[in-house]
């Protein structure tokens, strides 16, 4: 057990629909992560968040969006659902001091979306 | 894009072996870490070794790094049937952001 709870744990969409993934952290956490993972593949980040920014964010469209709110809690939203969005979405929490290199990630469960 | 691959890509050992993966990475880092992940769940810390330290042990794992290779090993002694999981390493460097990021993984079969 992480501490990190992740929500809904499945769900399917149409494409074309928006969906909001929710992650909360561990208590004293001050920074989060989502990561992509498709079937088969390794997890590919998409963006972090550290007090309440964006901290970094990967080789994804804008339609990836997110938030991150006062007590370190985190969305994801995806827009414009397309078929290769369906993947694990896991969100992992860690404390940083924002530049500083990646401590240990502590990874919830994960959201699995499906797109039909 | 992925800054660590592992090899082999999938391995099949019985219970009470040693399993070896190696993990290359391309850019220069601050730490590597390895992760292990049951089927579709999330994933598991399991160690993290700097970039100037060049074995590191944990229970059963074995960790080495050889930052002039840009290469690093995970070993797991006498292995169970619980350590059946992919295992991944990740790496953050400067030209991530210091970011983590993961490779594809090694799916291990431990068969009892």
């Known amino acids: 057990e992480t501490g990190v709870t992740q929500s809904p744990t499945h769900l399917i969409k149409t494409r074309g629909q928006q969906v909001t993934l929710r992650c909360s952290s561990q208590s004293g956490h001050n920074t989060v992560s989502w990561y992509q993972q498709a079937l088969g593949q390794g997890p590919q980040f998409i963006f972090q968040y550290y007090r309440e920014e964006e901290n970094g964010r990967g080789n994804f469209p804008p339609r990836f969006s997110g938030l991150q709110f006062p007590n370190y809690s985190s969305e994801l939203n995806v827009n414009a659902l397309e078929l290769d969005d369906s993947a694990l979405y896991l969100c992992?929490?860690?404390?940083?001091?924002?530049?500083?290199?990646?401590?240990?990630?502590?990874f919830g469960e994960g959201s699995r979306l499906t797109v039909l | 894009s992925q800054q660590g691959e592992e090899d082999p890509q999938a391995l099949s050992i019985q219970e009470g072996e040693n399993a070896t993966m190696n993990c290359s990475y391309k850019t220069s880092i601050n730490n590597l870490q390895w992760y292990r992940q049951n089927s579709g769940r999330g994933l598991v810390h399991l160690i993290l070794i700097r970039s100037n330290e060049r074995e590191k042990h944990s229970g059963r794992l074995r960790v080495t790094l050889d930052t002039s290779k840009k290469s690093s090993s995970l070993l797991i002694t006498a292995s169970r049937a619980a350590d059946t999981a992919s295992y991944f390493c990740a790496t953050d460097g400067e030209a991530a952001g210091n970011k983590l990021t993961f490779g594809g993984g090694t799916r291990v079969l431990v068969k009892p």
């Open positions: 992992a929490s860690s404390f940083s001091s924002g530049r500083a290199p990646t401590g240990e990630l502590f």
